[in-house]
């Protein structure tokens, strides 16, 4: 099981009670559309997706990328059992959207991005190295339910 | 050979105007100390580089920062000639480097913060995919 000290949750925390979830979820789930096209395959019912000015401008992007960090809620509220609070969301990924699992972790590193640079400078080596724990296990979890 | 619009060009060469190597450089090596710790293997002359705070204080760690960051410049001026560039670096390195590659951007992304959007994050990322490619390139 992942072991969380004080200071880690503490960080977690923190970072999500500052989140303006309707800003930062889609322009990290843009991000990803745009940086790694090959993911747009996932939404193909979601409109025009045609150019990075389409994405960025899509409300269906922009909603889904809300609906998205909500649900890390889930793992910030179940910090000691990440595996168990997205069981189901790992078998949905996997057996009705057919999600290839390695592109998880290419949304969290657009995550990450976006993040940094809201925070800019507050977004420290140690803050980023709990943010990525934290990511870690929310990628691998999702990943979990694939075999 | 990676191929480059003009435009891809200029955001390069937009992002690389924009950032102080003295400043990212050191920042960015600390990044990769701190959050992927099994790195330190490669630092076995760099003194104490064991806690946080060694690291952010370690003058042998910045110094290399800036080193590396210095070495980025030459991609950026030969951009259609990353691989050969990057030879002899690669020779001496022999390690993947993605890990670096990543901390650089997410420096640059604190730096930058929403002049990096995601089309130039994207032209970016394909840049330092080519050099991260160019630099294992001797390996085998």
């Known amino acids: 099981m992942v072991e969380w000290t004080e200071k880690e949750r503490s960080i977690i925390n923190g970072i999500f009670a500052n989140l ?27 409109g025009n997706l045609y150019n990075a000015e389409a994405i960025k401008s899509n409300p269906n992007i922009a909603a889904h ?3 998205v960090l909500h649900g890390l809620d889930r793992a ?12 189901e969301l790992s078998v949905l990924h996997s057996e009705k959207l057919h999600v290839d699992p390695d592109n998880f972790r290419l949304l969290a590193d657009c995550l990450t991005i976006v993040i940094a640079a809201k925070l800019g400078n507050a977004f420290n080596p140690e803050m980023q190295a709990t943010w990525q724990k934290f990511l870690a296990v929310v990628v691998s979890a999702l990943g979990r339910q694939y075999h | 050979m990676v191929k480059w619009t003009d435009k ?9 105007e924009k950032v102080n190597i003295d400043e990212v450089g050191p920042e960015a090596l600390a990044r990769v100390l701190i959050v992927y710790p099994w790195t ?44 050969e560039t990057y030879a002899a670096l690669s020779r001496l390195h022999y390690e993947k480097l993605q890990l670096l590659a ?11 913060k929403s002049d990096l959007d995601p089309q130039v994050h994207a032209t970016w990322h394909k840049f330092l995919s080519a050099v991260v490619d160019a630099m294992s390139s001797q390996y085998y």
């Open chain 1, 20 to 46: 303006d979830y309707e800003d930062i979820g889609p322009k990290a789930l843009c991000r990803c559309l745009i940086v790694y096209p090959w993911t747009q395959r996932y939404f193909g019912a979601f």
């Open chain 1, 65 to 67: 990328g809300v609906k």
């Open chain 1, 76 to 87: 910030v509220k179940n910090m000691d059992n990440i595996k168990g609070t997205y069981a």
């Open chain 2, 8 to 16: 891809e060009r200029s955001m390069v060469r937009a992002v690389w």
């Open chain 2, 40 to 83: 330190e293997r490669y630092f076995g002359t760099f003194g104490d580089i064991f806690t946080v705070t060694a690291v952010l204080n370690n003058a042998k760690v910045a110094a290399h920062g800036k080193v590396v960051l210095t070495a980025l410049d030459a991609a950026v001026k030969n951009m259609d000639n990353i691989p």
């Open chain 2, 102 to 112: 990543d901390c650089i951007t997410i420096s640059i992304a604190c730096k930058l």
